[in-house]
C-alpha cells in the first residue's frame, strides 16, 4: 500500500470513523454505491486540503472488477443489459476521473504516483470500452428508413418524426451516458470523431440511396435539358428532403447524445450538415455556369431558389466551417438568381422581338403569344414573393433603386401601394405585350374584325389576370385601365359593323314630296339584306372564345338592330302591293335577325354555306 504525506497507508482507516473494510467483501447490490459515497467524501477531502486516501484501493480493485466484467462480455452491446449496473459504472468512472485529476495536483512520492498510475490504466481501460461501446451503439441503429425517390413526398413527412426514432430509447440513454461520461474525463475529442464518423457515413449512405449524382460543369454541359431537368428536379427533392427531414433529425440525434454539452452537440451538427450540404451546392455551381436558358426554364431555376433558400437556413452556428459555408451558399443563391432575373428578362425581349405575326390570326381570336405570355406569368406570379426577392437583391447588386410607377397610370386609390421590382418588371412586360397587341390588330384589313381581335386579347388578359396574384401586382386602377379599353373597342366595333346598317333601316329620308316613296323603301330593304347577309357571311367565321364577351357583344347588337327592325318593318310593310312582293324584299322578320346574330362570333366557316 502506498502512503500519503503523513506517512498514513493509502488503504489503511487511518483511525478515522469510516468502519472495516471488511464490510466491502459483502455481494450486497448496495456495496458499490457505499464506496461511492465513501470516494465522494475522499474527494472532498481533498478540495479542502485534506491528505485522506481511504478507501482508494477498495475503489479502484472495485472499478478493476466491473471493468473486467463488461470487457468480457460476449454480446455486441456490452451495456443495457443493466441499467442500474450501466448508471454505477458511468458514475464510478467520473469519480475515477476526478481522482485522476486530483492527484495530478499533489507533490509526487511513490505513494501517489503509484495509486496515480493504477488510476490512470483503469481510466484509460475505461474509456477505451466507453469509446468501442459508443462505435458499436452510433453505428447500429435500430432500423433505418428507406426511402426512394419515387412519390416519396408525402411519406417524408410522416416518417419524418420516425427518422429520430430509427435509434430506441435505450440506445440513446446509454450513447448520451457514454458521451456525457467521455467528455467530463477529457476525452471529448475521441468521443466527436467517434460520432461524427459513423453519422457521416450513415448520411452518405441516406444521399447515395436517393440517386444523388456528383455532377461537375463539363458533365452539365454535355447534358440535354430533359437530361438536365431530371438531375434539377431530383435534386431539389433530396434537398427538401435533407433540409425537411434529415438534417432537423441529425440536429435532434446531436441535442440528444450531447444534451448536457449543448455547444458540442452545436459543434458535431455543423461538422456533419456542412461537407453535406456543399456537395449540395456543387451542383448548382456545375448547372448554372456553363449556359443560358430560356424562358420556359424559369420554373426549375425558382424551384432551385426556394430550395436553397432552406438550405440557406441550418443555422449551424458561429464556426469557421459554418461561416465559409454560408458565404459561399449565398454566392451560389446570387448566381441563381441572376439566372432567373436573365431567364425572365427574356420574356420581354422576345416580346418586343416578336415578328411572326405578319400573319394575322385568323377570325380575330386570341393570339398564341397572348395565351403564352399570360399563362407565363400567371405561372410565375405563383412564385411572386421568391422573385421580388430575386429582383430586389438583383437591383442592390446593380445600385438601383425602386420607383414608384408613373402617377399618369395609377389611379389615387393605387399610389399609396409600394411597388417592388418585380411588379415594376411585370408592368414592363404588360406594356410590350400591349404594345405587341397594337402592332398585330394593324394587320386586319378590316377595322370591325381589328376590334374584335383587340377585344379577344384585351378580355383574355384581363381573366388571367382575375384569377391569378398579377392584379394585386399591378394595382385595380391597371385593371380598369383596360376594361375602359375593352368597352372603348367595343363602341368602336359597333360602329364599325353597325352603323350602316343602321342607316338602312332608318325612318328619315324615305318619304318623297311628303309622301313615302316605295322605291326607297325597296331600296332601303334590299340595302339591309346585303349588307346584313355580308355580315352573316363573314363575322360568323370570325372568333369569341370567351363567353361572357361573346354574349355581350350579341346582346348589345339585338339590343340595337331588333328595335329598329321591327319598327322599320311595321311601318313601311304596307307600302307594298301584296304580300308576295313584301316576301321578295323583306327577307327577314325580326325574329329572324335575333336568331341570326346568335350565329355571329363562332369561328364557323360551314354554318353560313350550309344556312
Not at 457505499?34 to 484501493?57: A, C, M, P, Q, W
Request: charged letters at 30%.
Amino acid at each position: 500500500m502506498g502512503k500519503n504525506q503523513n506517512g498514513e497507508n493509502l488503504g489503511s482507516d487511518g483511525g478515522n470513523e469510516k468502519g472495516n473494510p471488511d464490510e466491502f467483501s459483502s455481494e450486497s447490490g448496495s456495496k458499490f454505491d457505499h464506496v461511492l459515497k465513501d470516494v465522494d467524501r475522499f474527494i472532498e477531502k481533498l478540495d479542502s486540503g485534506e491528505n485522506e486516501f481511504t478507501y482508494i484501493d477498495q475503489f479502484l480493485e472495485m472499478v478493476d472488477s466491473e471493468i473486467g466484467i463488461y470487457e468480457n462480455r460476449e454480446a455486441s452491446a456490452k451495456f443495457g443489459l443493466n441499467m442500474e449496473e450501466d448508471d454505477s459504472f458511468f458514475e464510478a468512472v467520473k469519480r475515477l476521473s476526478t481522482i485522476i485529476s486530483k492527484l495530478e495536483e499533489f507533490p509526487s512520492d511513490s505513494g501517489v504516483t503509484s495509486c496515480l498510475n493504477r488510476a490512470g490504466s483503469l481510466h484509460h481501460r475505461a474509456m477505451l470500452l466507453s469509446e468501442n461501446e459508443f462505435r458499436v451503439l452510433v453505428d447500429n441503429p435500430n432500423h433505418a428508413v428507406d426511402v426512394n425517390t419515387d412519390g416519396y413526398e408525402d411519406e417524408l413527412k410522416s416518417k419524418a418524426e420516425e427518422e429520430f426514432i430509427c435509434f430506441s430509447p435505450e440506445s440513446l440513454a446509454i450513447m448520451n451516458r457514454i458521451a456525457s461520461t467521455m467528455i467530463f474525463a477529457g476525452c471529448e475529442a475521441e468521443c466527436c470523431i467517434a460520432y461524427s464518423g459513423y453519422r457521416l457515413k450513415a448520411l452518405d449512405v441516406e444521399l447515395s440511396k436517393l440517386s444523388f449524382e456528383n455532377i461537375n460543369v463539363d458533365d452539365a454541359e454535355k447534358m440535354s435539358w430533359e437530361s438536365l431537368e431530371v438531375e434539377i428536379g431530383n435534386w431539389i427533392n433530396i434537398t427538401k428532403h435533407f433540409t425537411d427531414n434529415i438534417f432537423s433529425g441529425e440536429r435532434k440525434l446531436c441535442n440528444s447524445v450531447f444534451s448536457e454539452h449543448p455547444s458540442i452537440a452545436q459543434r458535431v451538427f455543423c461538422e456533419l450538415a456542412t461537407p453535406l450540404a456543399t456537395r449540395l451546392l456543387n451542383f448548382l455551381n456545375a448547372i448554372v455556369l456553363p449556359r443560358q436558358y430560356s424562358a420556359e426554364k424559369l420554373f426549375k431555376f425558382l424551384d432551385i431558389y426556394e430550395a436553397l433558400h432552406d438550405l440557406n437556413n441550418l443555422e449551424l452556428g458561429d464556426y469557421l466551417s459554418a461561416k465559409e459555408f454560408m458565404s459561399e451558399t449565398s454566392m451560389v443563391q446570387c448566381r441563381i438568381g441572376e439566372t432567373v432575373v436573365s431567364i425572365f428578362s427574356q420574356l420581354e425581349n422576345s416580346i418586343k422581338s416578336d415578328n411572326a405575326g405578319r400573319i394575322p390570326v385568323a377570325g380575330g381570336a386570341v393570339h398564341p403569344l397572348t395565351r403564352y405570355t399570360m399563362n407565363y406569368l400567371k405561372y410565375a406570379c405563383e412564385y411572386k414573393d421568391t422573385l421580388e426577392q430575386v429582383f430586389r437583391k438583383h437591383d442592390e447588386m446593380e445600385g438601383l433603386t425602386v420607383e414608384k410607377a408613373p402617377e399618369n397610370d395609377i389611379e389615387q386609390d393605387d399610389r399609396c401601394l409600394p411597388t417592388s421590382p418585380f411588379a415594376l418588371k411585370l408592368m414592363e412586360v404588360m406594356d410590350s405585350l400591349d404594345d405587341n397587341i397594337e402592332m398585330k390588330s394593324k394587320l386586319y384589313r378590316s377595322p370591325a374584325l381589328c376590334y374584335i381581335f383587340l377585344m379577344n386579347n384585351g378580355r383574355y388578359i384581363l381573366q388571367k389576370i382575375k384569377e391569378s396574384e398579377i392584379s394585386d401586382m399591378l394595382g385595380h386602377s391597371w385593371s380598369r385601365k383596360r376594361t375602359s379599353d375593352l368597352r372603348r373597342y367595343h363602341k368602336l366595333y359597333q360602329r364599325e359593323t353597325w352603323s350602316n346598317v343602321l342607316q338602312t333601316i332608318s325612318h328619315e329620308g324615305v318619304q318623297v314630296n311628303g309622301k313615302v316613296s316605295k322605291t326607297i323603301v325597296k331600296d332601303r330593304f334590299k340595302n339591309f339584306n346585303a349588307l346584313f347577309d355580308e355580315i352573316l357571311k363573314t363575322q360568323s367565321t370570325w372568333l369569341v372564345s370567351d363567353g361572357q364577351l361573346k354574349s355581350e357583344l350579341r346582346v348589345s347588337i339585338s339590343s340595337v338592330m331588333i328595335p329598329a327592325y321591327r319598327s322599320f318593318v311595321a311601318r313601311f310593310q304596307s307600302h307594298f302591293d301584296n304580300s308576295k312582293q313584301a316576301g321578295k324584299y323583306i327577307k327577314y322578320q325580326p325574329e329572324d335577325i335575333e336568331e341570326l346574330i346568335e350565329q355571329l362570333f363562332e369561328g364557323n366557316t360551314t354554318s353560313m354555306n350550309r344556312r
